[in-house]
């Protein structure tokens, strides 16, 4: 079973268009996290959850939208794409705090012609 | 919010020997240091952590040092081999659902 899925891996898009990157975990962890890599692999926090409360929003242009609709879901919606938004996206959920292992997805390739 | 800066960038190394990574961090409030291991196009995955609470840890080959003054904290991988080659991550965070981390370290081992 996996702990953390995130559909789709791959997604490749022309600038402009609205895309979204879904997440699930079944590991019972109450905080879930989306964090952007890019290609200098440096890995970005943007937002974090928490039950379902938005808790860290970090910086991130509002042309990305988090969605918690439980907290065992974490959607991720990108409207108006830049190429600048070419990266790879993790999702990945922790126990409540964040002081515990974060387990990630798969990751969410993301490119923008 | 918490800032983690991580050196070296990138470390080549000759198999079997030894290899050290280090990190640092602004927020003393920050109890919680995990280490990453990114393998080429995988996610990362948790290799090992401490707390604040403790000096040292060990598991194996590679052992953690946290120096809560200094704010500062190690990684350190003994007698390396090919597969300990990947992108090796810092991390800090507290009670507040919010994991920081450097910027990565580019391990390579040359058999």
């Known amino acids: 079973d996996t702990a953390v899925s995130q559909t789709p891996k791959y997604l490749v898009t022309q600038m402009g268009n609205d895309k979204s990157i879904k997440c699930e975990q079944n590991?019972?962890?109450?905080?879930m996290y989306w964090y952007k890599q890019d290609s200098k692999k440096f890995l970005k926090i943007m937002f974090s959850?928490?039950?379902?409360?938005?808790?860290i929003n970090e910086t991130v242009p509002n042309r990305f939208s988090p969605k918690s609709p439980d907290k065992a879901h974490l959607n991720l919606h990108i409207n108006s794409l830049e190429l600048g938004d070419s990266a790879v996206y993790f999702c990945?959920?922790?126990?409540?705090?964040?002081?515990?292992?974060?387990?990630f997805g798969e990751g969410s390739r993301l490119t923008v012609l | 919010g918490e800032n983690v800066e991580q050196h070296p960038s990138t470390l080549s190394v000759q198999e079997g020997d030894s290899a050290v990574i280090k990190c640092t961090y602004s927020?003393?409030?920050?109890?919680?240091f995990p280490w990453y291991k990114q393998e080429l196009g995988k996610r990362p995955q948790l290799i090992i952590d401490?707390?604040?609470?403790?000096g040292e840890k060990k598991d194996q080959r590679i052992a953690v040092t946290l120096n809560k003054t200094a704010k500062h904290f190690s990684l350190h991988i003994t007698e390396t081999q090919p597969e300990d080659s990947a992108v090796y991550f810092c991390?800090?965070?507290?009670?507040?659902?919010?994991?920081?981390f450097g910027a990565g370290t580019r391990l390579t081992v040359k058999p």
């Open positions: 990945a959920s922790s126990q409540a705090g964040g002081v515990g292992e974060l387990f």
């Open positions: 590991l019972g962890h109450d905080t």
């Open positions: 959850y928490n039950n379902k409360e938005l808790i």
């Open positions: 927020d003393s409030a920050s109890n919680y």
């Open positions: 401490i707390r604040s609470n403790v």
């Open positions: 991390a800090a965070s507290n009670n507040n659902n919010d994991m920081r």
